[in-house]
């Protein structure tokens, strides 16, 4: 079973809630980041992003961006913008989107369980990635970034966490600038405290990363590098718990460069082989699993797989495994979708007018719409010891950086 720990977060002063959150790091770059932190100070931005306070030509994996973190940090703490929770806590974190709620426990999850496969990975990592939150962590003291962990979920679990809402005010509640609604509340009962770990310890067998695989990593990997000079908040990462049942999976679209030197009839003539085609009067929203939405020269098309041409293992049976082994390996030539240049990655949250814009704008040649991968699907993947596809899965919404963070030297 797995260990969750409480801890003492590192969070603003309640006034300061809003300015202080930010968008995750690894979902703006440096410009965008620096546009959505002019004027305000109380930026997160300034700490995960903190090359928007150097000049522009700074690589961002320099040391100095590492250090301007940590300077940013320790001015946030002495302008009393962000203080230290005075005991180990729980907290649970609400989002709604939309009029979808969903509700996460954030907490401290073990290091010795990633390691042990107790949290289980269902994506690669890639060392350059990696080795920016390492310097990050290491330089700052601090995880800012949080690691979203999902669990099948346990009704005693929800009942704690759905009565502790229902008695208790949250210590957050605002709405971003993108309508989506924030609100966290302080779970610093002992006995409550003490019953949430007992019940995870003893009816949660394992947590799955839904997103954050390079945070999970790299969290571990500073344990490691720190050895003997490592306290035990080095021990525990940044996660919050999600239950199966309140995920919301969006869409993962890809948009590709060229048609590898075919011509659309051309193009369609190959796509037949393996699907159906029909020409669509909109966009296409795949309405089920195997149907894919295609856009190219100003038109929209429903492809549905035909039978016997995918297999059912936990890989093949994606629809990202079909779209890949079916069209753009052997009609597109797109070999590694993690390297290929040609192609390109839309989250649903952009929508598919996104595709259709940079179809027509001339900077792609065709746009393929998928059905959202199934938390079953993920969790099947996970189980079997398999990796998905690159870039599978989109979760929205975010949860926002630096409202609680993890200090790991003291």
Known sequence: MISIHPFKALRPEAQHAKKVASRPYD?????EA????????????????SEIDLPEDTDIHSQIVYDTAKENLDAFISRNILFRENKACYYIYQLIMNGKSQTGLVCGSSVDDYEKDKIKKHEFTRPE????RINHIKTSGAQTGNV?????????????IDDWKKTHSPVYDFV?????????WIVNDDATIKKISTTFKTQVPCTYIADGHHRAASAAKVRKALGDKATNGADIFLTT????NQLYIMDYNRVVKDLNGLSVEELINKIEVKFTIEKAAKAVSPA???????YLDKQWYTLTSKEGTYTTDPIGILDISILSDNILDPILGIKDQRTDKRIDFVGGIRGLGELEKRVDSGEMAIAFSLHPVTIQQLFDIADSGNVMPPKSTWFEPKLRDGLLTHLIYS
């Open 176 to 184: 971003a600038d993108d309508k989506i609604q924030h609100s966290i």
């Open 148 to 160: 979203f962990l999902a669990y099948k979920n346990v009704d005693e679990i929800d009942n704690i």
């Open 288 to 294: 089920q699993l195997h149907e894919f939405g295609m």
């Open 241 to 244: 718990l999600f239950p199966s």
């Open 27 to 31: 979902v703006l770059n440096s410009k």
């Open 34 to 49: 620096k546009v959505e932190a002019q004027g305000n100070p109380s930026s997160f931005l300034h700490i995960t992003k």
């Open 129 to 132: 990635k990696e080795q920016d």
